[in-house]
């Protein structure tokens, strides 16, 4: 179940503090729709979704979505940058009418702008497009197509409730591609319970037969309050076990590495660096971006705000012209070294160690002699996770946070 962080009451009409917007335009900026609609909600989500007729409509979606990118506008002012990148995820985008999605990034193109190679993904169900919906999205200039593929074993899907057949993500990453689209990604998860160790070289087999040049590959993690906690809970189903969710991992890496998609981020390989998703790299290296949308997540400055959860309330709070956040923070010094350090740490290219105290270069000397880190790049001033790192990521990042 989507919850709120804690956080100050934003003002009603959206100002940000002056000190936000300098530098505007000197970090990565980019746009963020959330598209809260799923025909059903699967029972491992905890996303923030909604099924349309069940207390939400996705009727006036793009209407709101375009006030609030003028809110957008208002707030950061002349110097708002065009968007380098644009994401629209979910919930499930693509159960939108294709000319709906066509009209959001318009709004964006009016009201924010789009620099010339801007990269504009959306994220799909592989039974929510068809060869027509492709090419009306391509048309519209989507460059990026990301499917959420999850599994190809019928009884893994079952489990994590999804809908298509095993075959329906491969077929629509190549209908992505005969549409045009340049970069098309294929999601992933491990873990779930039921899931054996041919399954998942299952589905590693079908997603390198889609021929993506990106794949995610994530962990099952029980959400609490979701449909999957309870029968976790009820002990219908076992919880993952972190030794399996290491060795899935493991065998992804040597898989996807082994097929030429070269990891760049933790959960992340791409066919080359055009292929990566500079969306996320914005959010992974600290930059700007304005999320659109019941419950999405902005970020200008270093000050973070959300919106209301609910599509009525935000739907509500943008017609009587009110930003529709529900809270925002600022966080301290402290708080922003952690965030740094446990996000560029992920990060093939790794974390500059010259922006750490001496006691975290010291940390990170250590943990290249445990094998965590990488030797030769430690020496010239990063900190580059091994293969083994990576599996212990937190402690490696509570380490040079110290």
Not at 110 to 123: K, P, R
Not at 151 to 175: C, F, K, M, N, Q
Not at 282 to 290: H, K, L, N, Q, V
Request: proline letters at 7%; a negative charge.
């Amino acid at each position: 179940m989507a919850r709120l962080p804690d956080g100050e009451r934003p003002p009603a009409d959206g100002t940000l503090p002056a000190a936000a917007l300098d530098g505007l335009g000197t970090r990565p900026f980019g746009v963020y729709v959330h598209v809260p609609y799923c025909a059903s909600i699967c029972g491992y989500c905890d996303y923030n979704t909604y099924i349309p007729g069940a207390g939400a409509s996705p009727l006036g979606y793009v209407k709101a979505v375009t006030a609030e990118l003028a809110l957008a506008r208002r707030v950061l002012g002349e110097a708002t940058p065009p968007a380098e990148t644009v994401f629209v995820g979910g919930g499930t985008p693509t159960l939108l009418p294709a000319a709906d999605l066509a009209r959001l990034l318009d709004a964006i193109r009016e009201h924010v702008g789009l620099t010339a190679d801007a990269e504009i993904t959306s994220e799909a169900n592989p039974e929510s497009v068809d060869p027509a919906a492709l090419a009306v999205l391509r048309e519209a200039g989507f460059t990026r197509i990301s499917l959420g593929m999850q599994s190809a074993a019928p009884h893994v899907l079952d489990v994590l409730e999804r809908h298509h057949t095993p075959g329906r993500a491969i077929a629509a990453a190549h209908e992505a591609r005969a549409a045009g689209f340049e970069h098309v990604s294929v999601d992933l998860i491990y873990g779930t319970p039921g899931e054996r160790a041919e399954d998942w070289d299952r589905s590693l087999d079908a997603a390198l037969e889609a021929e993506p040049d990106h794949v995610s590959a994530y962990a099952l993690i029980v959400e609490p309050g979701t449909r999957l906690a309870a029968q976790v809970r009820r002990g219908e189903l076992p919880a993952p076990d972190d030794d399996v969710l290491a060795g899935r991992y493991e065998v992804a890496a040597d898989r996807l590495g082994g097929a030429g998609l070269e990891w760049y981020e933790m959960a992340n390989w791409a066919r080359d660096p055009a292929a990566q998703c500079r969306h996320n790299l914005g959010y992974w290296r600290g930059g700007d971006w304005w999320g659109a949308g019941p419950g999405a997540h902005s970020h200008v400055g270093g000050v973070r705000w959300w919106n209301a959860l609910h599509p009525t309330r935000w739907t509500a709070a943008l017609a009587e012209g009110r930003s529709p956040a529900a809270g925002r923070e600022t966080p301290d010094a402290d708080a922003a070294r952690l965030e740094h350090v446990m996000l560029a740490v992920r990060l093939a290219e790794g974390l500059e160690l010259d922006r750490l105290p001496a006691r975290a270069r010291a940390a990170a000397a250590q943990a290249a002699a445990d094998g965590l880190i990488e030797p030769g790049p430690l020496v010239h001033g990063r900190a580059v996770l091994t293969l083994r790192g990576r599996l212990l990521a937190d402690h490696v990042t509570l380490q040079l946070a110290a």
